[in-house]
């Protein structure tokens, strides 16, 4: 039973860019006999909830969000939540309800973001049903990328305007390690099929940060507003969004100062590993080098990328070869080429983007230089983590 009275409550989209509310997301609430508000996820979740109950349900709040979007500033947008599951049990030729919906509260389609959540549906008439929706003027949104493998189907075949990160994944991926590069990897895929990012669920600080290092577009969470019945001001974050994106800024800011001192010591490294490689002097010649405490190895490779040298590494008390890459081109990777086409010619120092390094799982940067004539190079790898 369906204890309470329904009604949309709104929870504000921040855009990254102004700080101000771009939009809202309406999200179900039970009135309680003692006002208290209570989530209707419960019963969405449930599955003793009958079917035809949940549908009259998401319609009941879906009109009380539409007959109060008139409230709003003209140009927010408002994004519904829409369940492939009763998407398919439309009739091929069935007007849909949402756009009766919106034509009945006067609502221009323009104005909607219709959020596709959940996994299951006909993904074929899904993409049916997502393309009259658009054909209207409606944006389409996918909830929880990420979540799932099906999740990339979708986004082929339907083409959404908007991705919004799975808020479980965002959450663990804003605490570092692997899930991070994931989510990274994910936003930049969206990023090259023109999609808007939204990242949801955004508590703290650091997952703010972390939103911004993937360039959503817009935040949603509880730092900075809860789903109320109340529309915020426009401008309610501005100020507040300012200064904490200014904090992010200044934080990569400091790590760019590091990156500079770093290539600064690089430099003076590169001239000692040289002029011992040039002098073909024996490793007993080499010093430990304790001013660079992130030199991981080095090696060598000629112009076309095959490694001359065994790994380098100084290990408790003295240094070790490692000789299990000897022979092995590197030239497909792409701290090689981007070496080739920008270091070669002016002999200058290269460093490539963070990676992680598949033999040690640190996190790595690659520093390269050709010397000799430009016939070796000479390629340093550092332990990003401290950046």
Request: aromatic share 10%.
């Amino acid at each position: 039973m369906i204890d309470g009275q329904p009604l949309a409550c709104f929870q504000p989209f921040i855009d990254s860019a102004t700080g101000r509310i771009a939009g809202v997301e309406a999200l179900g609430r039970l009135r309680q006999a003692d006002g208290s508000l209570a989530s209707v996820g419960p019963l969405f979740a449930d599955p003793r909830t009958p079917a035809i109950a949940l549908r009259r349900l998401d319609r009941q709040i879906r009109d009380d969000a539409l007959s109060r979007l008139h409230e709003a500033p003209s140009d927010w947008f408002l994004s519904l939540n829409m369940s492939p599951r009763w998407i398919s049990r439309l009739r091929p030729d069935q007007a849909l309800p949402s756009l009766k919906q919106l034509a009945r509260h006067g609502v221009d389609p323009q104005r909607i973001v219709f959020e596709i959540t959940e996994l299951d549906g006909d993904i074929q008439r899904l993409a049916q049903v997502v393309a009259r929706y658009r054909q209207a003027g409606a944006r389409i949104a996918i909830d929880d990328f990420g979540a799932g493998y099906s999740q990339l189907d979708r986004v082929l075949a339907l083409q959404p305007d908007i991705l919004k990160l799975d808020m479980r994944l965002f959450q663990a991926a804003a605490l570092g390690g692997p899930s991070s590069d994931v989510v990274k990897a994910l936003a930049q895929m969206a990023e090259k099929t023109g999609c808007w990012i939204i990242a949801e669920g955004v508590e703290t600080d650091a997952q703010l940060n972390f939103a911004l290092e993937c360039g959503s577009r817009y935040v949603q969470g509880f730092l900075f507003a809860r789903a109320q019945a109340d529309f915020f001001n426009t401008g309610a974050f501005v100020e507040r969004f300012a200064q904490l994106r200014q904090r992010y800024v200044q934080q990569k800011l400091a790590e760019r100062g590091r990156l500079m001192v770093m290539r600064q010591q690089l430099s003076e490294l590169m001239s000692i590993l040289q002029a011992w490689a040039q002098a073909r002097a024996p490793l007993s010649a080499l010093p430990q080098l304790d001013a660079y405490p992130w030199l991981l190895r080095f090696y060598q490779c000629d112009r076309h990328g095959t490694q001359l040298t065994p790994n380098l590494e100084w290990r408790d008390t003295g240094w070790e070869a490692d000789n299990r890459y000897l022979g092995h081109n590197w030239s497909w990777r792409p701290y090689f080429y981007h070496l080739l086409a920008e270091g070669w010619d002016e002999r200058r120092l290269t460093l490539s983007n963070t990676y992680r390094d598949a033999t040690s799982n640190q996190y790595c940067l690659t520093a390269g230089q050709f010397f000799d004539n430009g016939e070796r190079l000479l390629l340093i790898d550092i332990d990003a983590a401290g950046l």
